[in-house]
């Protein structure tokens, strides 16, 4: 008899469910072995670059299989939509570190203290004063990245390359804040590495250890550049829906 005696299509549905299960767990074992082979290929140190599992528009199912292969850092967009899914996850998972990905607006500075470890998209002054207003409320300080808009696209948010020093010096010294160091999303028509290189030399000026650079078509190159922190999201979890604009 087919199956054991099971419904035949009942069978099939768990079938295609494992495999995709399957899938994150293996994806990530792939992409966890290619950033060793980078670290390796340009005398890194291993362990030196950290993955971020890119798990915005993905469900808590979907995610599960990461964190249930053990991943622990994770990459959202929005801070709606990830405090709909990730404070149920963080009881069933110890350990989760998340990070702010996509643009933090002033009224929701608050909520995202509560959420996320980090946020990489420091971008405007407003914003800086916004932080450190709530952390000297009591809020917890997240790790800060500032992101740099380093194509000077003027869709994209960041601030410009020749401002970042001075942006940097106002954030440390105005606003008292620490600087962890930079993040960048070069335009998706021009080869990345130029603007990896100009992000890694803005952060040794200003004397800034982290640098978030590196997605899944070209995470391999921002190792190359310096990276301590690649982005990865389709590769890991497959393909989103269309792209949603956003600032
Ligand atoms: C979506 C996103 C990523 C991940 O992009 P993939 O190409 O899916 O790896 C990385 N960084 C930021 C800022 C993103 O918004």
Same mark, same amino acid.
């Given at each position: ?22 899938? =994150? ?11 060793? +082979? ?10 030196? =670059? ?9 469900? $808590? !199912? !979907? ?7 053990? #991943? ?6 929005? =801070? ?24 933090? #607006?002033?009224?929701? =500075?608050?909520? @995202? ?6 946020? !990489? ?8 004063? $916004? ?9 917890? @300080?997240?790790?800060?990245?500032? #992101?740099?808009?380093?194509?000077? !696209?003027? #869709? ?7 401002? @970042?020093? @001075?942006?940097?010096?106002?954030? +440390? ?20 590495? $130029? ?44 393909? +989103? ?7």
């Amino acid at each position: 008899m087919p199956f054991g005696g099971m419904d035949p299509e009942r069978h099939v549905g768990m079938e295609s469910k494992m495999t995709e299960l399957m899938d =994150v767990a293996a994806n990530l074992a792939d992409i966890r072995a290619a950033i060793a +082979r980078s670290e390796a290929d340009y005398a890194r140190p291993a362990g030196s =670059v950290m993955l971020v599992a890119v798990s915005k528009t993905k469900s $808590a !199912e !979907e995610i599960a299989p990461a964190l249930e292969a053990g #991943q622990r850092v994770f990459g959202e967009n929005r =801070v709606q939509e990830a405090q709909g899914k990730w404070p149920a996850l963080r009881e069933r998972f110890d350990g989760v570190e998340l990070h702010l990905i996509g643009p933090l #607006q002033t009224n929701k =500075v608050r909520d @995202a203290l509560k959420l996320f470890d980090v946020i !990489e998209t420091l971008d405007r002054e407003s914003l800086a004063a $916004a932080l450190s207003s709530e952390i000297s409320k009591g809020a917890r @300080a997240p790790r800060l990245l500032v #992101q740099v808009n380093t194509g000077a !696209e003027p #869709q994209k948010a960041g601030i410009l390359p020749e401002e @970042a020093d @001075a942006f940097i010096a106002r954030c +440390r010294e105005v606003h008292g804040l620490t600087i962890d160091g930079l993040m960048c999303i070069p335009p998706v028509e021009e080869p990345p590495s $130029a603007h990896f290189a100009l992000l890694g030399v803005i952060a040794r000026r200003n004397g800034l250890a982290t640098l978030s650079m590196g997605m899944s078509a070209d995470y391999d190159a921002a190792i190359q550049l310096g990276a301590t922190h690649v982005r990865v999201g389709s590769a890991i979890f497959g393909a +989103r829906p269309p792209h949603r604009a956003h600032g």
